[in-house]
Nanobody, 123 residues
Framework: VQLQASGGGLVQTGGSLRLSCAAS????????MGWFRQAPGKDREFVAT????????LKADSVEGRFFISRDNTKKMVYLQMNSLKPEDTAVYYC?????????????????WGQGTLVTVSS
């Protein structure tokens, strides 16, 4: 599976962005998908994840109520809708995929990673 994230950019506090992640390869619908982010000088952190069928999602407490993850298996796409953005959301955002078991909120569970897209929220 190859992943390509897009949709990042510069936005003001309170604004919205929608990140997209395009997947190529077979059996996309077999994969759990996740979004992670890494701010400058900080460790990578979990943002959100969605099961293969889209029926279950998990989000970090820091984004609960503001970010929403979704997927379209027919298009092999996963999305992260980000609302009410804050300066502390500034980071490179990565999409990731796994078809194995593991804790869905930690990075090492995921096997495939996209290249990242930069989100900058100005105050």
């Amino acid at each position: 599976v190859q992943l390509q994230a897009s949709g990042g950019g510069l936005v003001q506090t309170g604004g919205s962005l929608r990140l997209s992640c395009a997947a190529s390869g077979r059996a996309f619908s077999d994969y759990r998908m996740g979004w992670f982010r890494q701010a400058p000088g900080k460790d990578r952190e979990f943002v959100a994840t969605i099961t293969w069928g889209g029926g279950s999602t998990l989000k970090a407490d820091s984004v609960e109520g503001r970010f929403f993850i979704s997927r379209d298996n027919t298009k092999k796409m996963v999305y992260l809708q980000m609302n009410s953005l804050k300066p502390e959301d500034t980071a490179v955002y990565y999409c990731a995929a796994t078809n194995g078991a593991g804790i869905p909120t930690i990075g090492r569970t995921y096997v495939y990673w996209g290249q990242g897209t930069l989100v900058t929220v100005s105050s």
